[in-house]
């Protein structure tokens, strides 16, 4: 059973396009980061949110933190073709282990 | 600074061979994590180390084990290689008292056993 489930599993989009992908849990987390993955490359983490209802940018990414700290989204404004990667969300479970969930990924391809 | 290194990057394995995969980290973290990376399954923990000399189980630990000598170090172990372990692992490292909990990964090994 996946603690994090993500949406779209797959996304495709024209350079210029803008798009949302979700991350949703029945868990709370005490923060809740956003990663993007190369092929043949380690993640690199993206952005950490921690307070409820949080929104951070990073130039044209727009991160927001669910209110109950359950769940997020990375929202892109106009995708480029170095936007493609795998995004993955990862949940903090300090109060339980000092460790994190993953959820699968949102693999997201921009055309040109 | 290195960050997080990993060897070896590549492998091929036999069924019923060990090995050791090593994770080196020069930042000083507490924290260490051993994942592996299954496609259209993320990142699923197998181990993972809260400091020097301690050790613990994550989501799927079973056919792995894992030592912690030196803070810098955390060593994961395949004791009888089976297919089902091939994969692609990953070590991460995070810092203590840092409430963002940021992880840094190593480049990965990619592992097959035949």
């Known amino acids: 059973t996946q603690l994090l489930e993500q949406s779209p599993q797959f996304l495709s989009i024209q350079e210029g396009e803008n798009l949302t992908v979700y991350c949703n849990s029945s868990s709370v987390f005490s923060s809740l980061q956003w990663y993007r993955q190369e092929p043949g490359e380690g993640p690199v983490l993206l952005v950490t949110v921690v307070t409820g209802g949080e929104v951070k940018k990073l130039k044209r990414l727009t991160f927001q933190f669910g209110d109950a700290r359950k769940d997020s989204s990375l929202h892109i404004t106009a995708a480029q073709t170095g936007d493609t990667g795998l995004y993955l969300c990862?949940?903090?479970?300090?109060?339980?282990?000092?460790?994190?969930?993953f959820g699968p990924g949102t693999r997201l391809s921009v055309l040109p | 600074n290195a960050g997080v290194t990993q060897t070896p990057k590549f492998r091929v394995l036999k069924t019923g061979q060990s090995m050791t995969l090593l994770c080196a980290q020069d930042?000083?973290?507490?924290?260490m994590y051993w994942y592996r990376q299954d496609p259209g399954m993320g990142l699923r923990l197998i181990h993972y180390s809260v400091g020097e000399g301690t050790t613990a189980k994550g989501e799927v630990p079973d056919g792995y084990n894992v030592s912690r000598l030196k803070k810098q170090n955390f060593l994961l172990g395949l004791e009888s290689a089976a297919p089902s372990q091939t994969s692609v692992y990953f070590c991460?490292?995070?810092?203590?008292?840092?409430?963002?909990?940021?992880?840094?990964f190593g480049p990965g090994t990619r592992l097959t056993v035949t």
């Open positions: 990862a949940g903090a479970r300090w109060n339980y282990g000092q460790n994190f969930v």
């Open positions: 930042m000083n973290h507490e924290y």
């Open positions: 991460a490292s995070t810092i203590q008292g840092v409430r963002t909990y940021e992880q840094y």
